[in-house]
């Protein structure tokens, strides 16, 4: 099983469903902090990108005992835009280890920070609707290509 920390649109607990394919147990999700890091706002998308920041933050939540398959959900939503990268994430006063979603370097960022809040308030409705199209558009195949290659992370930690 895989743990992965969620911040920006998948703080979102409507859009997380979506994209997962049911809801998290309560039991398996934590609000968490990634120090040393931010989140920001891109030129490509309402989704926000997270870069390196020596006094930055980024709240969000520790995602516990996901599945290959829901992992290979979060890629597919993630898309080319993001990487994957195995961090330390803060809860109270211990760090657990948990995959993290990170935009490419390359990608444009604009000033200001990314709110969820304002995505809420301002993009929220039209994201889910276009979530719930990409979602529903993923072929066996993807699944289990991404499946395949969550399942030799497992083995590997």
């Known amino acids: 099983?895989?743990?992965?920390?969620?911040?920006?649109?998948?703080?979102?607990?409507?859009?997380?469903?979506?994209?997962?394919?049911?809801?998290?147990c309560p039991h398996h999700e934590q609000k968490g902090t990634l120090l040393g890091y931010r989140p920001v706002r891109l030129q490509c998308c309402v989704q926000p990108g997270l870069i390196k920041s020596a006094q930055g933050t980024a709240e969000g939540l520790l995602v516990k005992n996901l599945s290959p398959d829901e992992a290979a959900?979060?890629?597919?939503?993630?898309?080319?835009?993001?990487?994957v990268k195995r961090l330390e994430i803060m809860l109270h006063d211990f760090r657990n280890p948990a995959w993290v979603f990170q935009s490419n370097p390359k990608l444009?960022?604009?000033?200001?920070?990314?709110?969820?809040?304002?995505?809420?308030?301002?993009?929220?409705?039209?994201?889910?609707?276009?979530?719930e199209k990409w979602m529903c558009r993923i072929s066996k195949e993807v699944i289990d290509d991404y499946s395949r290659k969550w399942a030799s992370v497992i083995e590997a930690h």
């Open 108 to 131: 444009e960022v604009k000033s200001g920070n990314w709110s969820l809040e304002h995505w809420q308030s301002r993009y929220k409705k039209r994201s889910l609707i276009i979530a």
């Open 73 to 83: 959900r979060l890629s597919h939503y993630e898309g080319e835009r993001y990487g």
């Open 1 to 24: 099983m895989l743990d992965f920390f969620l911040f920006g649109t998948l703080s979102d607990p409507e859009l997380r469903k979506i994209v997962i394919g049911r809801d998290v």
